[in-house]
């Protein structure tokens, strides 16, 4: 049978652009060193990096939770060991006080236990880093407590803040006022208050500034051992989350690596291949300039 010059030409040039695009893809994905430049190109595989890259975002969000998280409870931990100070000195100054007392006593007692109060509602209505309240619940816009002249006033809720920092763990950032100064209706603003009045009393008898600081020991002391177990769940969030990182930094390196395996390129062979490539192409453009006699084959592309 014979082949026509048409079919001749046809036949020569169809390889020569195989060879061509065989060779451009190399070049491609030498240049990306990605094995996978479209999904065709390993239909399995390249459904498996997406599936991998989408886990692999996710995870990455968890990280940036925890970190606002971190930050978060950080500042709250600080927070809360200066307030445990505060009142472990205000109960100092209360032993103090318990005995018997001149009028000029009973007034520096007085002015101390003022301002360790007014000390007390500035670090509950402390903001963290980005200007929010981390006593005020989800109204963490608004500042927790007011001064009153029985105490301070909670404007805040009871409810608390939760990040996503893992697949299945939801961690709580803050800590609700209310449950921190005034947790079981023991409100250590009103102890501070009513132990000053009665100091600022000149009528009081000793009897009853006695009972007053009694009382108010009592009262921060049970808010001291409040704080203290908040404190303490601020502590176990943090080292959880110390626990978190190091197991989402293990699950990124098993998806990088897996993806890496799917994905990248063997460097070495893709070149081997290029030369390859390059050597049958060049064979293949010279037996066509013989066979069909052409002169003007580079322009026939």
Do not use: C
Not at 20 to 44: F, G, H, V, Y
Not at 161 to 167: I, P
């Amino acid at each position: 049978m014979r082949i026509s010059t048409i079919t001749l030409y046809q036949s020569g040039i169809s390889k020569i652009n195989s060879l061509q695009a065989e060779q451009s893809r190399l070049q491609q994905q030498i240049a990306s060193e990605k094995r996978i430049l479209t999904p065709s190109d390993d239909p399995l595989a390249a459904s498996r990096v997406l599936e991998l890259s989408h886990a692999q975002s996710i995870n990455s969000m968890y990280l940036s939770n925890r970190k606002i998280a971190n930050t978060s409870l950080t500042g709250l931990d600080i927070s809360l060991g200066s307030i445990t100070e505060l009142l472990q000195t205000a109960q100092v100054t209360l032993v103090g006080a318990a005995g018997t007392l001149t009028a000029d006593q009973k007034n520096t007692y007085a002015i101390q236990l003022t301002a360790q109060l007014e000390t007390l509602i500035g670090l509950a209505n402390t903001q963290d880093s980005a200007g929010n309240y981390m006593y005020a619940g989800y109204q963490n816009r608004t500042k927790p407590f007011t001064a009153t002249a029985t105490g301070a006033t909670y404007n805040g809720d009871s409810n608390q803040q939760l990040l996503q920092v893992d697949g299945q763990r939801q961690l709580a950032v803050n800590a609700p006022g209310d449950s921190v100064f005034q947790a079981g209706g023991n409100d250590v603003f009103s102890a501070f208050s009513d132990v000053i009045t009665i100091l600022n009393n000149p009528a009081a008898t000793s009897a009853a500034v006695q009972a007053g600081v009694a009382t108010a020991i009592s009262s921060i002391k049970t808010a001291t051992n409040t704080v203290a177990a908040v404190w303490s769940s601020v502590g176990t969030r943090l080292n959880e989350l110390d626990a978190l990182n190091d197991v989402g930094s293990s699950r990124e390196l098993q998806y990088a690596q897996t993806i890496s395996e799917l994905q990248d390129l063997d460097y070495a062979q893709a070149l081997s291949d290029l030369t390859q490539k390059q050597t049958v192409l060049e064979a293949a453009q010279k037996s066509f300039v013989r066979i069909t006699g052409l002169s003007l084959f580079d322009f026939i592309r």
